[in-house]
């Protein structure tokens, strides 16, 4: 069968019968086998997962397609994980019609609900999480041991619940997390170490890098909390507040110098070794450096993962024949389950050793200063540059 004028995608379902397949379920809870193509999972350390595919409503989709209305709910077979239809764009090809889908993995219904309610004073991660899953399908885990954090009198609340976990609660007990399902499980630091060792050429390849510098601070100030002292005397009805407050410069200053950092200030600090604490934690004073590698076809398939461990927040070692040898971690995964395209890795932030980089600087100083000496130890008359450059004068021109 000749088919001219459709999509790659429309000839491989008349011509090559393609089994690739995900389930659609709509909001009255029908599920059926949908038809797809290209399937993309982008999988990023604490963030929403998001789920893109192709499909087309040739006749054995007739059913499934029609089902692609907002809010239906795509489940990948392979892993069961669930993810709710948030774009859809559609195009006509010929006598058929193509859509292009978007989903988020199902976390994502956390912005349905808004939290009316407020939580003050000092709180566990256990009390705020049941605070914004309150009424909802979800479950949680707290995996180790986390401080309280004081949300003062203000509070939290009158937010929608996803952005009071992915902002407010996140930023507040410095969590990582992973959903399946209606299921989050929280952690001081997700993955393992020593869980790679990725070489560039065998392993992976197409490897790259890129630097973002703009971020870089070094100095910060900040206050903490303000404490008010009855001074009240039998005369004189008063009182004093005193500011918690404190300076810190990063030992990085030495190699980007003094830039400074938007003023901090956290009222759950009640101290000023809590605030400098605080405010190192919230100085980015390094630039931030990814590498992006594909996986080989290989690599996929090792079994059980002995070879190398690609999760998710895993650590391990990248290397390339240029030099690079560097402990990072795996931040995102381009992954395509359904097809022959290599997953897509990236690494980072790769954090530069202030010391290491200072003895850098200094030795391409030195070896600069050391050719710049034997030049001005040389003798080089004009005659000489111009028998280099076969220079001729031929007269002088006035300016």
Do not use: C
């Not at 004028?5 to 379902?13: E, K, N, Q, R, V």
């Not at 630039?287 to 996986?295: D, G, H, K, R, W």
């Not at 954090?351 to 030795?363: Q, R």
């Amino acid at each position: 069968m000749q088919v001219i004028g459709l999509s790659a995608l429309i000839h491989d379902f008349i011509t090559k019968g393609v089994q690739t397949m995900l389930f659609i379920s709509d909001l009255s809870g029908n599920e059926e086998p949908l038809l797809v193509s290209d399937v993309h999972i982008t999988e990023q350390l604490n963030t929403v997962e998001q789920l893109d595919f192709s499909t087309i409503n040739i006749p054995d989709n007739k059913s499934a397609f029609a089902m692609l209305q907002p809010r239906s709910i795509v489940t990948i077979p392979e892993t069961g994980e669930q993810y709710r239809i948030t774009e859809n764009d559609g195009s006509a090809i010929g006598n058929y019609y193509q859509r292009n889908i978007t989903g988020l993995q199902v976390l994502q219904d956390l912005d349905d609900k808004v939290i009316s309610d407020t939580l003050t004073g000092s709180q566990s991660l256990q009390k705020a999480m049941e605070f914004i899953t309150k009424g909802t399908k979800f479950t949680f885990t707290i995996h180790g041991q986390f401080e309280n954090y004081d949300f003062g009198e203000d509070g939290i609340g009158n937010d929608h619940a996803l952005g009071l976990f992915t902002d407010t609660l996140l930023t507040a007990y410095k969590f990582e997390f992973i959903a399946h399902g209606y299921q989050i499980d929280l952690y001081k630091e997700m993955g393992k170490h020593d869980s790679f060792v990725y070489l560039s050429g065998d392993d992976v390849y197409s490897l790259s890098d890129t630097g973002e510098y703009t971020q870089i601070r070094t100095h910060i100030v900040g206050t903490g909390k303000t404490t008010e002292t009855d001074t009240s005397s039998e005369d004189d009805s008063s009182t004093t507040s005193t500011t918690v407050k404190a300076e810190y410069t990063s030992p990085n200053a030495k190699i980007y110098g003094i830039i400074d950092a938007d003023p901090f200030s956290d009222e759950s600090a009640e101290n000023e070794e809590q605030l400098i604490k605080k405010m190192k934690e919230s100085l980015t004073d390094y630039p931030q450096i990814q590498y992006t590698a594909s996986v080989n076809k290989f690599e996929r398939n090792n079994p059980d993962k002995v070879l190398n461990d690609s999760t998710i927040g895993n650590w391990g070692y990248l290397r390339d024949r240029n030099g690079l040898d560097v402990e990072t971690r795996i931040i995102q995964r381009d992954v395509y389950p359904q097809s022959n395209q290599e997953d897509t890795l990236t690494f980072g932030n790769f954090i530069l050793d202030p010391n290491k980089m200072l003895v850098t600087l200094k030795s391409n100083r030195d070896t600069d200063m050391k050719a710049i000496k034997e030049l001005q130890s040389k003798d080089f008359g004009g005659s000489e540059i111009d028998k280099q450059f076969d220079v001729t004068k031929v007269g002088e021109v006035d300016d």
